[in-house]
């Protein structure tokens, strides 16, 4: 039989026809396009107001709704006076936000003019699916705080013709993928034009003298804006007009394409935007993960073109005004290529300019411990490029300076110099209006913009904790019975079959959320470990649980797949289906009713993989309670009374033994510590305890989550000092940078003459005791370096019986005296100021005022 398929007639083009609408109503197309929409329920309701049907049927997009109105129904609106003032009172309210001075106005001249925000996914709203898991919502709500903050950060990205694709079941429980193509003319995204009115293009040369051109979309994210470049034009052949065609992130040519195009290519695109619309050029790049890390190379070629830079003072530039966040401490996070790949688009034909491609090369290079010589390793890159770098929470930030640090050979864990940060969430987008409501009117409106007055969550009154968190579970329920219908009858199940669904869940029932992406280290199945142990949690008759269950598997995971199957199929058993889920096509819309509706949100990584974790801290926001394996953010903030951590069995390597251990605790757990005390009603039927907690984990880490917290971070740890470092390494003509590149050549060739001669000290007598002082004196020798190209100094700390050092502090010598043939003294004081083992030693690091940090060139020579 022939298939269907083959019947359909194909439009040749396609277009959105876009509305046109009557003057009294013209502010709603900026209210549509300005993405600030996403976090400000007011407006949403001033649309959905204007059509609730419609509303519903466009899944809530501005928009959209305005497209699919009829020029009656608008031109009726156009004659309703108090429709059209609130519509005046909504643009008036954009325009004052867009004005507003905000925190950033008050840091002054140092803060850069401009930051670059590049990342290879942003997660803003679900009407634009451009992200598939934590990563690009991260991005987002990086964007959303900079925009409320006043931060001027530019977002640039890529378009995705398809986005992240859409999960469906089979219906044995098998994950389907489907890609639906999104038309960019109905969405909220307008092109980059050259004053012409033509679309502005930037080109990216391919091998084998191919062009790769794309055009820029714009979206505006309240104050700020987000450029995506788009493959998709014209002047392409088919196979670069492919290349922003979905969100499939791992590596393979497809994925270094499109790496090149957002790095290289983003650059152009910000060049261009800056060019036609007079905004500054940023003076901080943010390279938001390493698969933005090409943006480091072209800065380079253009500071070689530009400012007639050798390649070393160009990367020096480049360097002083980078900053890298690393994300993930699970290698199949990482993006690596094939060196022959980065040699096929870096050299030969497409060699840029002043880039010769072995230093590309050498930029990625795994030349430490452990690394594969054939691979060009996109965050190793990142780290070389850019002078500061962090991970994102304080644990992983130390896993990620073990990780890495063999790019800093001579340094221990603890001096390699990447940072953290943790993560935050955008409470405008992630809390549900009612938590918003409660806060507004027992605490003030202050709660949300400032993120002060958390502490003052006790006034609000226990019934009305309650009866919110019972709004927003039976919400939930009632979503998760409209989508396991929608999902049932795709699975091939006829209507009359799905009676059961409607008593699915119970809006009273102590409910779990899990939803994650869903590869291996997230451990999706791990309630799964002792089925029978679940199913009488399920069906504890006094106590029951129930369980609301997402994720998707990357297309190309079988594993993740195989997970998601085993996880259905246990949600299909008739015997346990009313208490357990699993909802296909987790998402951005799909999680603003999950987190808020559920009272505990379950996660269970294996430590340490969870770099951060954001999920936990969304559903804190909305009054619900963690539980949690102590990895990523929680490792960090969890206080003992403000949720549970699971116990983890880190000593033990067989994973087998290890998954037993873990799930029994967390059984254990759920029985014992939640459900009991969920389920501890006083005499008003409320669980005083468990509110109680509510209460502490609000005011515990309400104000700790706020990505507003995150970016202001960011802002002061690494972005004033990077666009300080910026610029003065490029004032006068870049005299700085050509000085820092001569200084590190000189320095590297002639390290090799430096040497601890000998160490003196005097004060310590035979019985030592605190508050004795030493005195140091360190006999150097520095060959042809200058005392002032070193900083000496002394280590000290606990030692072990074998004489390892746990350095705890470091004291710095100063010059005393220089002596014939490179030979100096050295001198300084150490108090004791701790009992038990001590040691010390004596140290010789680089030093010059462009290091960020004493360890930047992975040199040091010990006594
Ligand atoms: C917040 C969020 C994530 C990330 O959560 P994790 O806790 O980091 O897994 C993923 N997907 C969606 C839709 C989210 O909203």
Redesign the pocket.
């Known amino acids: 039989m022939r298939s269907l398929r083959c019947e359909i007639v194909r439009a040749i083009r396609r277009f959105t026809v876009r509305t046109v609408l009557p003057a009294a109503l013209a502010p709603l197309g900026e209210l549509a396009s300005n993405l600030r929409w996403s976090w400000h329920k007011p407006t949403r309701d001033l649309f959905e107001s204007m059509d609730p049907a419609a509303w519903a049927a466009v899944h809530r997009e501005p928009g959209a709704l305005l497209g699919a109105l009829s020029t009656e129904r608008l031109e009726e609106l156009a004659g309703d006076g108090a429709f059209v003032q609130r519509v005046e009172a909504a643009a008036a309210d954009l325009a004052e936000y867009l004005r507003r001075p905000g925190w950033y106005a008050e840091l002054g001249e140092g803060a850069p003019r401009a930051v670059a925000y590049f990342s290879m996914e942003f ?1 803003i709203t679900g009407a634009l699916p451009q ?8 991005a987002g709500d990086h964007l959303k705080s900079a925009s409320d903050l006043g931060v001027p950060i530019v977002g640039v990205g890529l378009f995705y013709a398809t986005g992240y694709f859409k999960q469906s079941l089979s219906r044995d429980g098998w994950q389907q993928e489907t890609y639906p193509v999104l038309d960019p003319d109905g969405l909220p995204l307008a092109l980059l034009r050259e004053a012409d009115g033509t679309p502005a293009r930037i080109t990216v040369d391919l091998p084998g003298g191919r062009t790769l051109a794309a055009r820029i979309w714009k979206a505006q994210v309240g104050r700020v804006p987000l450029l995506l470049l788009d493959s998709d034009v014209e002047d392409n052949d088919d196979a670069a007009r492919g290349i922003t065609d979905r969100l499939y992130g791992g590596g393979g040519e497809h994925r270094l394409q499109q790496e090149l195009l957002c790095g290289v290519g983003g650059v152009r695109a910000l060049r261009a935007w800056s060019r036609l619309t007079g905004a500054p050029e940023p003076e901080v790049f943010h390279m938001n993960e390493g698969h933005a890390g090409f943006l480091g190379i072209e800065r380079v070629r253009e500071q070689v073109a530009g400012n007639g830079l050798t390649f070393d003072e160009a990367l020096e530039a480049v360097r002083a005004s980078t900053v890298f966040t690393t994300h993930t401490p699970v290698p199949a996070g990482i993006d690596r290529f094939g060196r022959d790949q980065i040699e096929l688009y870096f050299g030969g034909g497409n060699e840029l300019p002043g880039v010769p491609v072995q230093r590309v090369l050498a930029l990625g290079a795994e030349d430490f411990p452990g690394g594969d010589p054939h691979v060009f390793n996109m965050a190793v890159m990142g780290l070389r490029m850019a002078q500061r770098a962090n991970g994102v929470s304080q644990l992983h930030g130390a896993v990620s300076r073990g990780m890495f640090q063999g790019l800093w050979r001579g340094f221990d864990a603890p001096e390699v110099p990447i940072a953290s940060i943790t ?1 935050g ?1 955008h409470a405008p987008t ?1 809390v549900a209006p009612e938590v918003v409501a409660m806060g507004r009117q027992y605490i003030g409106p202050q709660l949300l913009r400032s993120g002060e007055g958390f502490e003052k969550v006790d006034q609000v009154p226990d019934e009305e904790v309650w009866r919110t968190r019972r709004v927003l579970r039976a919400r939930l329920v009632a979503d998760a019975r409209t989508r396991l219908k929608r999902s049932w009858l795709q699975r091939g199940a006829s209507e009359a079959q799905l009676g059961w669904i409607k008593d699915v869940l119970d809006p009273d029932v102590l409910t779990i959320g899990f ?3 869903v590869p291996t280290y ?1 451990r999706l199945t791990l309630m799964l470990r002792d089925p029978d142990r679940l199913k009488q949690l399920l069906l504890d008759p006094e106590r029951p649980v129930q369980l609301v269950i997402a994720g998707k598997s990357h297309p190309a995971d079988e594993t993740g797949k195989r997970l998601i199957q085993q996880m259905v199929r246990f949600t299909d058993d008739p015997a346990v289906r009313h208490r357990i889920v699993f909802l296909p096509n ?3 819309t ?3 009713t999950l ?1 808020p509706g559920c009272d505990v949100w379950l ?1 269970n990584p294996l430590r340490p993989f ?1 770099a ?7 559903a804190a926001l909305n009054g619900g309670l963690n539980l949690s394996i102590l990895d ?1 953010w929680w490792d960090e903030w969890f206080d003992g009374a403000n949720g549970w951590a699971i116990p983890t069995a880190d000593g033990v390597d067989d994973p087998d033994h290890r998954d037993d251990i873990e799930a029994a605790a967390l059984y254990d757990l759920v029985e014992n510590s939640v459900a009991a005390r969920f389920y501890d009603r006083d005499e008003r039927g409320l669980p005083a305890r468990w509110i109680e907690m509510v209460r502490h984990t609000l005011a515990s880490l309400g104000p700790k989550v706020l990505a507003n917290r995150m970016v202001q971070d960011y802002v002061q740890q690494l972005y004033v000092p990077a666009a300080t470092s910026g610029r003065a390494a490029l004032a006068s003509g870049a005299a700085a940078a050509k000085d820092l590149a001569a200084w590190k050549g000189q320095l590297r060739t002639r390290w090799s003459g430096v040497h601890v001669d000998h160490v003196e000290s005097t004060g310590v007598g035979d019985s030592p005791q605190v508050g004795d002082v030493v005195d140091v004196r360190a006999f150097v020798s520095l060959g042809e370096l200058g005392a002032d190209d070193v900083a000496v100094e002394v280590v000290h700390g606990r030692v072990s019986e074998s004489d390892e050092l746990t350095a705890a502090g470091v004291v710095p010598l100063v010059h005393a005296e220089a002596y014939e043939g490179g030979r100096h003294r050295f001198e300084g004081r150490l108090v004791l100021r701790q009992t038990g083992p001590f040691g010390y030693t004596v140290r010789i690091l680089p030093r010059h005022a462009g290091l960020a940090s004493p360890a930047e060139l992975g040199l040091v020579v010990n006594a």
């Open positions: 997660g992200y598939s898991g934590g990563l690009g919502i991260l993560n969430v992630w939803a994650r992406r997230k987790y998402d951005i799909m999680a603003l987190y996660n969870e951060c974790g954001t999920s936990g801290m969304k990523g």
